[in-house]
Structure formats: structure tokens, C-alpha cells
């Protein structure tokens, strides 16, 4: 099974979606799906000091602006591990330069987590928490010598229109 492409299109809607998590929150191990297989491959290790702020990985069934799963930062009382699939909701997006292209982040909340499930926009969380991704992935490459940019952070409504478009995308690479 490649998590990808495999899942049921039902289990991913753009208000209520599975998420695949690759990294999971405090850990410096960058991992990345390997599209050909469906399993997580060792991307690299972080050159930085900085961690994952939030659980990390992408929606299944998404093909992104930059020719990937669109990326998803799961708030979560507690660091999931890789390989989970976890059904959230979308409370925003991050838009972000990295290295010359536009790269989309959603900001989701598992439905199941009760310490996070309250929040339902982006500007209901604490402003730490916002900034501490917008520093991550400010600095996050900065020692490879790559660029990355923080650009803009929307609400649920764009965060939606996002998954929306991507999972057009997807059907128009994928299943045409």
C-alpha cells in the first residue's frame, strides 16, 4: 500500500481529513515519503539546533505547488509518530517561500485531542505558538545555505481552498 495513493478519497475532504505524520514534534530527523513506495525514507538530519514545533507530514491524495503531498503541521498535546494517520481539521495555512518556490503548510487540530480541539482558526491560538513555527521554518535550512521565507498565515476558509486545489491537482496527475 502506498498511504498516498491508496487511501479511500473519502477519508480525505478539505474539512475533515487524515493526515500522514513523517516527523514527529520535537525531533530533529527529517523524514520524507518516498512517492514510489509509499514508506518514509531518511531524508536528512537537521543542521540546525532548532526541532519540529508541531507534528509534521502531508495529506494523502494532495499534489501541492511544489510537485509534492501538500505538508501539514498537526497541533497536538502529544508528538505522534511517524507513519500515524491521524483525522484532523484545518485551522490554517502557512505560506512560505522555500528555496524560490511557494510551499503551503496547513495548520490542522485532531479532531481526538482535547487540549487542542477548542481552536478552530488560527488567530485563536496563543501568538508563541505561531511564532515559534514562523522561526523554525525561518531558520531551518539556514545552515544548508538555502533560503526560506515566512510569507503570510490565513485562516480555515483559505486552508480549505488550499486542500481543495491540491486535491484537484492530485486527480488531474494522478487518475486521469
Known amino acids: 500500500m502506498n498511504i498516498w495513493h491508496d487511501i479511500s478519497p473519502d ?8 493526515a500522514c505524520i513523517e516527523i514527529e514534534k520535537g525531533s530533529k530527523v527529517k523524514y520524507e515519503l518516498d512517492k514510489e513506495t ?8 537537521l543542521y540546525t539546533s532548532t526541532h519540529y514545533p508541531a507534528s509534521y507530514g502531508f495529506i494523502p491524495r494532495t499534489y501541492a505547488d511544489d510537485l509534492d503531498p501538500l505538508d501539514v503541521l498537526v497541533l497536538c498535546s502529544e508528538p505522534i509518530r511517524p507513519m500515524t494517520l491521524v483525522k484532523c481539521y484545518a485551522i490554517g495555512v502557512m ?3 522555500d528555496s524560490g518556490k511557494k510551499d503551503e503548510k496547513i495548520i490542522a487540530i485532531p479532531f ?11 488567530k485563536e491560538l496563543p501568538e508563541h505558538i505561531f511564532q515559534e513555527m514562523k522561526h523554525f521554518f525561518t531558520v531551518y535550512k539556514m545552515l544548508e545555505n538555502k533560503d526560506t521565507a515566512v510569507q503570510e498565515m490565513e ?9 481543495r486545489k491540491s486535491l484537484d491537482a492530485y486527480i488531474e496527475k494522478f487518475c486521469r
Not at 38 to 45: A, E, N, S, T, V
Not at 113 to 118: F, M
Open 155 to 163: 485562516g480555515p476558509e483559505t486552508a480549505e481552498e488550499v486542500i
Open 112 to 122: 481526538d485531542d482535547p487540549n487542542y480541539n477548542c481552536y478552530h482558526d488560527i
Open 38 to 45: 509509499g514508506m518514509l525514507k531518511l531524508d536528512r538530519i
Open 11 to 18: 477519508r480525505v475532504k478539505p474539512n475533515c481529513f487524515e
Open 95 to 97: 505560506t512560505m517561500i
